[in-house]
């Protein structure tokens, strides 16, 4: 009967509730609540409204009004994004598609644990700039996608969404365009039992009661009457948390660094403007006419009034005070009728959440490394501390597959404690846990299937292994467990059941590693499942000029002490690997071991792109997946499982000018793949650019972004330009129009700006088919822009001096040729080349073409 009750109450908010409670994050500090939060906690209890804010990637939420909503309106807020941000440039590390995937969906979540709101997602990929939803919606599968939008509306029941963008052309981009459409349909199909009829089986419909588009001076024309909008003012301060929610916001959106969106505080009146799309009309308020007191439930009014006596006797200098009286309420909750399913669950997680923070309560597991494998044993340690004068009781623990010290439930290990929690004094019970032989690796959900280009891949049974008497019950967690998440089902956890004045209270804490690091000093980070040994292949792209073999690194990486096996290279006919295979041993666990194959392609290779794999074999089961943790300071850490292959390119290749000096920008790996084709690349740092120590380059290249996210170009662009004028050769890649550290970029007048091709394989011309850029050392043809990934380029320059000369011109379908793909100016006795082609994504992706254009370009002048 208690673990009945358990799940019932917990199922649908463990599935969805990411506010800021201690359980709320992948891997943080245990939350702990302040007077003032558990006061506002407090105040929350008696709001029954809902809003969900939309739009398409992260960072295009408005963390202001979510701020405003979430602690000021004290209404369950949510923000839903279409997309992860794949498509996106990473500001902070190399990390693309996929892993900058993962990284913005941990910046999402790290911001939202500082505004209050909860984050969701579709299935939808950023699969790069977009300009017209029509665009989108043909790599996009609209249906889907609108499947998931209306999935979580019925789990989250708004009473109001808000919209970030206009469903025109006004939104900028694709996606932007397509989330406002799909939530305009979305608020009605909710509604609608004849629309996902399947998904009936699990929640109810819903129907929003108004639609808003939250516009700003970005969309309206200036000057233009804002009379008719809504305001609402979201600059206010909240003396309980004593920020405004400008301030809060700030902290909140500077959580994006992969963006780049670090931001300032704003403090003082703030209007947001609203205007309605659907629903009732209403005259000053977006929640106008709504009920959110307790009257909206049946029977609900005396709920409210408990709680307003909880309110009115709080004493911040004593919030254990206050258990008595939430403890009433919950058990006026268990009262209510089955209409209040929602709000009763909703209000009872919080309410434990308060008990929690009332009492002073802390509860965790934490493990003793950062990894496991399968059937693997793990130390864990548990500890449980009450720090009120409150008598709490530790009466369960239930912990996966313990191996001694506990009765064994099925899979679930379960230890009868009935120990009393003296205040101040931890309980304390070390134990090592089994993880299950079928448990999978902790690759993100959506990452386990191929997907196509433009949706990700949800299998049916995301795990098919689960504790029996995990709130989720069963052996599987399946697709509609998971659909709107934007982490795993949490698996590896412990269940702890207190008791406090008679009452059971049921708290999990997820497994995770703690460390104290001499700078950082405490820090958290997920326990990864994974598999007894990861391939990873060394290297993106392996470029082939001529039939010389080229050395391929494979290293093998021990999820577990005494790893043995064999690895070997599966390549396409025509290419060899010496030797065959090679056999390896790791002793320890989070052992590396490198080997090496050479890796040659025969004379009946095929020209072109294709790709190796590597397989590690042990005791005759194939391992074929890497290794890949993904740390920075501002997220937890995350690790992915990438397949162990590369892409191997044979091609026609020449090159002039040996000595390349490369200065980074946002990160790339481009200077990888300068390396591939046989030039010798030194990394600069800014002190490095001297007018003497930059003349022994045969050509001097800039990172994407460089003139960003690199302040002292400011001063050292003269040098820079000097080395051109003393014949160097000068390669910059492209630089986003907004924020340049000096106005311009160039020896001559450029105007850079947002235009862009977004049709990777747009036919293109040459305009000067005698430039040396097209000729030499290689003779670049319409062959090499095939098979480009995402898109062709970026940050075109809309305008530009007479003394640049354009080389090729290429264009969406509908829009005018663009011709500034590349520029290239004489400068002296050097070149300057501006080039917003995409290679930075091309080269990893071993596209052949990209390879001879940047060899062009870095050999231009070269004898």
Excluded at 213 to 227: A, H, I, L, R, Y
Excluded at 465 to 489: C, D, S, T, Y
Aim: aromatic share 8%.
């Amino acid at each position: 009967m208690r673990t009945r009750l358990f799940c019932a109450a917990l199922s649908a908010l463990l599935i969805f509730n990411y506010s800021l409670l201690p359980n709320s994050a992948a891997a943080q500090a245990p939350k702990t609540w302040s007077s003032s939060e558990i006061l506002l906690g407090l105040k929350k209890l008696n709001v029954l409204g809902s809003a969900l804010y939309v739009a398409a990637h992260p960072d295009d939420e408005n963390t202001r009004l979510i701020a405003y909503m979430a602690n000021g309106r004290l209404l369950e807020t949510g923000y839903l994004s279409c997309t992860r941000g794949d498509g996106g440039q990473n500001l902070i590390g190399p990390e693309l598609r996929e892993g900058l995937g993962v990284i913005r969906t941990q910046e999402l979540l790290a911001a939202r644990r500082i505004d209050g709101g909860r984050q969701f997602f579709t299935r939808a990929n950023d699969f790069g700039f977009s300009k017209t939803a029509a665009e989108t919606f043909t790599i996009w599968d609209k249906e889907q996608v609108l499947s998931d939008m209306v999935w979580v509306i019925r789990q989250r029941r708004p009473d109001v969404m808000i919209t970030r963008f206009p469903p025109d052309a006004r939104a900028g981009h694709g996606h932007h365009t397509a989330s406002a459409i799909l939530a305009a349909e979305a608020f009605e199909a909710a509604g609608d039992p004849k629309r996902f009829p399947e998904q009936l089986k699990y929640v109810q419909v819903w129907q929003p009661k108004r639609l808003f588009w939250n516009t700003g001076s970005f969309f309206v024309k200036q000057g233009e009457n804002m009379d008719g909008y809504l305001k609402v003012d979201a600059g206010q301060y909240n003396p309980l948390l004593g920020q405004s929610y400008g301030e809060i916001a700030a902290r909140s959106r500077s959580q994006h660094k992969s963006q780049g969106f670090g931001s300032s505080a704003q403090r003082g009146e703030a209007l947001e403007y609203l205007q309605q799309v659907k629903g009732d009309k209403v005259k000053s308020d977006p929640f106008e006419g709504i009920d959110m007191s307790w009257n909206r439930v049946p029977g609900g009014a005396a709920v409210g009034k408990l709680i307003d006596e909880v309110i009115r006797k709080y004493d911040a200098a004593n919030p254990s005070a206050s258990v008595a009286g939430l403890l009433k309420v919950r058990e006026a909750l268990q009262k209510l009728p089955k209409e209040a399913g929602f709000w009763n669950d909703e209000k009872r997680e919080e309410i434990d959440e308060l008990v929690y923070g009332c009492l002073g309560l802390s509860l965790s597991a934490v493990s003793q490394e950062t990894t496991a494998t399968p059937d693997g044993k793990l130390d864990i340690a548990i500890e449980a501390l009450n720090r009120s004068s409150v008598p709490v009781k530790l009466k369960w623990l239930e912990v996966p597959a313990i191996d001694f010290g506990f009765q064994s439930v099925g899979n679930m290990a379960k230890q009868e404690v009935n120990e009393q929690l003296t205040s101040g004094k931890p309980f304390l019970k070390k134990a090592s846990i089994t993880i299950p032989a079928k448990q999978s690796v902790s690759q993100p959900y959506w990452l386990r299937e191929a997907g196509t280009a433009g949706m990700y891949k949800v299998p049916d049974v995301v795990e098919d292994f689960a504790w029996p008497e995990h709130p989720h019950k069963g052996q599987r967690i399946e697709k509609r467990e998971v659909l709107g998440r934007p982490e795993n089902m949490p698996i590896n956890e412990v269940l702890f059941t207190v008791e406090v004045a008679g009452v059971p209270l049921y708290y999990t804490r997820k497994l995770q590693y703690k460390s104290t690091d001499p700078v950082e000093g405490e820090r958290y980070r997920p326990l990864a499942v994974v598999p007894p040994v990861a391939v990873n292949v060394g290297g993106h792209a392996y470029v082939f000029a001529d039939n010389s073999p080229k050395t391929i690194p494979v290293t093998l990486r021990a999820g577990k002490a005494g790893v043995k096996g064999a690895v070997a290279l599966t390549l396409p006919a025509g290419w060899k690997a010496e030797p065959a295979s090679i056999p390896f041993e790791l002793a320890a666990k989070d052992a590396e071991q490198t080997v090496q194959f050479r890796v040659q392609p025969s004379a009946g290779a095929a020209e072109g792109k294709t790709e190796l794999r590597a397989v590690a074999t042990v005791e005759g089961q194939a391992y074929s997946r890497g290794y890949q943790p993904i740390a920075y300071n501002h997220i937890p850490t995350q690790v992915l499982f990438p397949e162990a292959v590369a892409p191997l390119v044979k091609l026609d290749l020449k090159r002039k000018g040996q000595e390349i000096g490369y200065l980074m920008g946002a990160g790339d790996e481009v200077p990888d793949a300068l390396r591939q084709i046989g030039y010798t690349v030194t990394l600069l740092k800014p002190e490095d650019l001297t007018e003497q120590n930059l003349r022994r380059f045969d050509a001097v290249v800039l990172g994407v972004r460089a003139y960003n996210t690199i302040d002292r170009l400011k001063t050292l662009q003269p040098t820079l330009l000097k080395y051109v004028e003393n014949g160097g050769n000068l390669v910059v890649q492209y630089v986003v129009s907004r924020g340049t550290v000096l106005p311009q970029i160039g020896p001559y007048p450029l105007t850079l700006s947002n235009d862009r091709v977004t049709v990777e394989n747009a036919a293109v011309t040459f305009l000067n088919p005698s430039q040396p850029l097209l000729n030499t050392p290689n003779k670049i043809t319409s062959k090499d822009f095939e098979g480009w990934v995402q898109e062709q380029g970026l940050y075109y320059p809309s305008q530009w001096d007479a003394k640049y000369q354009t080389v090729l011109s290429s264009a969406d379908p509908g829009e005018k040729a663009k011709e500034s793909a590349i520029l290239v100016a004489d400068h002296g006795k050097g070149h300057y080349i501006y080039t917003g082609l995409s290679l930075f994504r091309e080269l990893p992706a071993g596209v052949p073409g990209a390879y001879r254009i940047l060899t062009n370009m870095v050999s231009l002048g070269k004898k």
